[in-house]
């Protein structure tokens, strides 16, 4: 688990400013609210120079397109979001640049723009010294073509050097190369939420992995299918890792047949235009064990007003394993199912790994002293079919734990998360530990 999780951390790092995916590693569950920026700021369009420098062309097919959308983490920005572009590598000149929009909606990022909404700056590759030029733009077109998206530009630069720009990302007519890569070992599987999923697997020379949106595993899949951002191949080289971009292009077929997931995918790396054919299988779960499961004192928390969540996490007093059942509902009482829960939050943990939960059905209802019931069963992807009574503490409890949590610490002690509370340390189910 650990080397997977080492090898997910070099694909974000690899993917630069793109925000990190929700991972099935779990790292971490807690429900936050993030606090807005309070301003953006923008360098200001520098003054036209004087042109008295040489006119220099810029022409590439490798322009790498990332969106970040702030949309969802920061509130303040009212509908402000950020493009960002490099292309170039395979000359002289790199070309890297930022485009401020205003538009919540990506496909209406396409059009022109004027140099108060750009940053573009020009480095020289043959020159380590250096450290790149910004441009004032007289022109600047962003527009999507039959190819792909296509960037043509004209900006001086502080010496008085034009430069004539024109970038397009595509895929090429034939790929450099294929190889074709047939992974041994199982792949590892997990949905990250009720309408996407991902498949990832390695051996010693490639990674690769898959997020499809879908709430359907079989199928056959073509490349806007796909979370584009976190699809693709690594190479690897001893504790290095190499993402080898976002494809061009991405296509899977998956195939369920004796229990088992088939799935062959192709990938046009935009790194280096080879053509990446993977194949990868996974055993669907299914009881191979089923263990009865009576818990009490399970701590239940509301979040049905402000996120539709109903919280609940349960665990032996060994802590040997935790129980976690996130429901998106507006009640408490009720009859759920699979497609009822926050696959996010919702998991077996065992040590520090977790399952996710491939299939579920089970009910809430009003107990004794104030407590809710917990009652019915969950597979996770352990293989292990978990029939469980779990009974809550008492409301009121949990009331005086919500009144207090304004003045309470909680930290991560060993992997477990735990509460200091006037002097003394609780675990997450409100017992005190020390």
Do not use: C
């Not at 999780?5 to 630069?16: Q, V, W, Y």
């Not at 397009?168 to 450099?176: I, L, R, S």
């Not at 047939?182 to 999923?197: K, L």
């Not at 939050?345 to 809430?364: G, L």
């Amino acid at each position: 688990m650990k080397k997977i999780s080492t090898l997910f951390l070099g694909m974000i790092i690899a993917l630069g400013a793109v925000a990190a995916p929700q991972f099935g590693m779990h790292a971490d569950r807690t429900r936050k609210t993030i606090a807005p920026f309070e301003h953006v700021r923008k360098t200001p369009a520098k003054s036209p120079a004087q042109l008295n420098g040489e006119t220099i062309a810029i022409e590439g097919n490798d322009l790498y397109v990332a969106r970040s959308d702030y949309f969802d983490m920061m509130m303040a920005f009212a509908g402000y979001g950020m493009l960002d572009f490099q292309g170039g590598f395979k000359g002289k000149y790199v070309v890297n640049g930022y485009i401020y929009v205003l538009d919540e909606d990506p496909s209406k990022w396409y059009g022109a723009y004027t140099a108060d909404d750009l940053e573009i700056y020009v480095y020289d590759q043959t020159n380590e010294e250096d450290e790149g030029s910004e441009l004032t733009m007289s022109s600047f077109l962003y527009e999507k073509t039959a190819k792909g998206d296509q960037v043509t530009a004209v900006g001086v630069d502080e010496k008085g050097n034009t430069y004539n720009i024109k970038l397009t990302f595509f895929a090429p007519e034939t790929p450099n190369a294929t190889v074709t890569i047939d992974f041994q070992d199982e792949a590892y599987f997990s949905r990250t939420s009720q309408d996407e999923f991902y498949f990832y697997n390695e051996n010693d020379k490639y990674a690769a992995h898959m997020f499809i949106n879908s709430e359907d595993i079989e199928g056959s899949y073509a490349t806007d299918d796909f979370d584009k951002q976190y699809t693709g191949v690594f190479k690897i080289a001893g504790k290095d890792t190499v993402y080898m971009g976002v494809p061009f292009s991405s296509k899977a077929d998956i195939k369920l047949a004796d229990g088992v997931y088939t799935i062959n995918a192709e990938f046009l790396a935009s790194e280096d235009s080879v053509l990446y054919k993977v194949s990868m299988k996974y055993t669907k779960p299914y009881a191979k064990t089923t263990q009865q499961v009576t818990l009490q004192n399970a701590l239940i928390q509301d979040y049905t007003e402000d996120y539709y969540a109903l919280d609940m996490q349960a665990a032996p007093q060994d802590s040997s394993y935790v129980i976690s059942l996130s429901v998106v509902t507006e009640k408490v009482e009720g009859n759920y199912a699979l497609k009822d829960l926050d696959l996010y939050y919702s998991f077996v943990k065992i040590a520090d790994n977790y399952y996710d939960i491939f299939d579920a059905e089970f009910s809430v209802a009003a107990g004794e002293n104030n407590t809710y019931v917990y009652k019915g069963w969950l597979l996770a992807t352990n293989y292990v079919k978990y029939e469980f009574t779990i009974t809550t503490m008492p409301i009121t409890a949990i009331e005086d734990f919500k009144a207090d949590k304004a003045g309470t610490v909680k930290f991560i002690e060993d992997g477990q998360m735990y509460i200091l509370r006037d002097g003394k340390i609780y675990n997450m189910l409100g017992a005190e530990v020390k």
